[in-house]
């Protein structure tokens, strides 16, 4: 079974640039959440999609942050314009239903120079 | 919401030593606690969950507990192998979510010698 898959790996840009991040979940899997990881520390919840809703983006900084799921599978996370601070790992997971395992990809590194 | 505290944050251990890893959550309505174990480069994977209508669950030679009076729980590994060293996190549903939704730790750095 393929796995969640991330592009790009890797992702250098300066600061008040904007960028965008593509998810595919794993076939089939109906919710999909993409996480914050800064250098050590636990990854953050931003957003979590239920098919193309959005189920929870309490945490997601709206005035910068845009996330889409339009046709319930692949998903893209904005920013913009990019700050320092947004320098992180972005984790995209997704899992079969709500209260199932989820799945991590593995993450597109950015850095805001 | 739900705060999720993790200890320690480094652990170094001699190989087939055991190691322990402890957790306390805050919200008394959370009722399941995984643990993920994420290599360099990689995303973090589920090595084991527990959830609150058990004290202990085992697998090979990992195990997590659960003390739900004091609000803790913990992960154990017993004959440590070189290929365990990662960082672990610990970590409980917010707002008593689903089990995607999670609030995690900030992680323990486990280093097995050979």
């Known amino acids: 079974e393929a796995g969640v898959a991330q592009s790009p790996r890797y992702k250098i840009i300066e600061k008040r640039q904007s960028v965008a991040f593509w998810c595919n979940p794993i076939?089939?899997?109906?919710?999909l959440y993409w996480y914050q990881q800064i250098l050590g520390q636990g990854p953050k919840l931003l957003i979590q999609?239920?098919?193309?809703?959005?189920?929870?983006d309490s945490q997601l900084p709206k005035d910068r942050f845009s996330a889409e799921r339009l046709k319930g599978v692949d998903s893209t996370l904005k920013i913009q314009p990019a700050k320092l601070e947004d320098s992180a790992v972005y984790l995209c997971a997704s899992s079969l239903l709500l209260n199932t395992e989820a799945f991590f990809g593995q993450g597109t590194r950015l850095t805001v120079v | 919401g739900e705060n999720v505290e993790q200890h320690p944050s480094t652990l170094s251990v001699q190989e087939g030593d055991s190691a322990v890893i402890k957790c306390t959550y805050s919200?008394?309505?959370?009722?399941?606690f995984p643990w993920y174990k994420q290599e360099l480069g990689k995303g973090p994977q589920l090595i084991i969950d527990i959830r609150s209508n058990v004290g202990e669950k085992k697998d090979q030679r990992i195990a997590v507990t659960l003390n739900k009076t004091a609000k803790h729980f913990s992960l154990h590994i017993t004959e440590t192998q070189p290929e365990d060293s990662a960082v672990y996190f610990c970590a409980a549903p917010n707002y008593g979510g689903s089990q995607g939704n999670l609030i995690f730790g900030k992680g323990t750095k486990l280093s097995v010698k050979p």
């Open positions: 076939s089939g899997h109906a919710t």
């Open positions: 919200d008394s309505a959370s009722n399941y």
């Open positions: 999609f239920q098919n193309n809703g959005v189920v929870d």
